[in-house]
C-alpha cells in the first residue's frame, strides 16, 4: 500500500469548469449538462448523488476523461494546461497512471483468477511480473480475499468480485478513484463491506473518492455531498 495522503484543502487536485455535454438525435440537440463547475480535494471523499437520467454517470466519464465534454475544461493537479488538450497518446498516460475506475459492473476477466486479474494493469503498464503480483496479492489480503488469490469471477460472490475489482482498480496507486454505482448489485450486507473497504482506503493511501451512487448510506459517509437535478449541482 502506498503512504496516507492528508485531505488537502490547497489547490484542488481535479478542477472542472463549464462542463456542457450534448448529444444529437437526428438534428435535435439533448442536452445532458448545461455548464457544471467543480472541484475535488487531494484526500477528500465526494458523492454525487440524483434522479436517474440528470447526467450523473455522463459527467463521471468526462471527470474520468474516458469521453471528452461538449465544451469546458478539466485541470488536474498543479497543471495548468486542460486534460482534453492533451494528445491521445498523453492523455491514456495520464488515466492509467493518476486514476482508478470502478463501476457497477466489476468486468472481470472471467479465465483468469482474482490475483491475475488485480496485477493486469500493472503488467500492461509494464512492470515486472513478480512484483506485480505481490502486490496484487498484497492489495487481495487488503481488501479481505487473501485466501481467494486463485479463484476464478465465477467462484466469487458479487461482494467479493466487486472487492476485486477495487484492488484491480487502485494497482497502479491513482490519486483519484471514480466509482459508478459500484454498489448497485449487491445487497446490503455486501454493500456495508464495500462502503468501509473505499472508507479504509481513503484513510490508508489518502486516494480521493468520488462517487456516483444512488445508496444515501454510502452518500453520507462521504466528507461532501452533491445532488445533481435539472443537469447542474444543488449543494
Known sequence: MSEARQYSSGLPLLRAEGIKKSFFKGKT?????????FSIQAGEM???????????????HILGTLEPPSSGRV?????????????????????N?????VFQFHYLLPEFSALENVMMPALIAGHARKPAEQQAAELLQFVGLGQRLNHR????????????????????????LLADELTGNLDSVNSSVVMDLLIKLNQATGVSLLLVTHDQNLAKKMHRVLVMKDVAFVN
Do not use: H, M, N, Y
Open 75 to 95: 485541470f488536474f493537479g498543479t497543471s495548468s494546461q486542460d486534460v482534453f488538450k492533451f494528445s491521445e497518446k498523453a492523455l491514456a498516460l495520464f488515466r
Open 29 to 37: 440537440e439533448i442536452s445532458v449538462l448545461r455548464g457544471i463547475d
Open 46 to 60: 465526494v458523492a454525487i448523488t440524483g434522479a436517474s437520467g440528470v447526467g450523473k454517470s455522463t459527467l463521471l
Open 153 to 176: 469471477p465465477a467462484e466469487l460472490s458479487g461482494g467479493e468480485q466487486q472487492r476485486v475489482a477495487i484492488a484491480r482498480a487502485v494497482i497502479l496507486r491513482p490519486r483519484l
Open 97 to 101: 497512471r493518476a486514476l482508478g475506475f
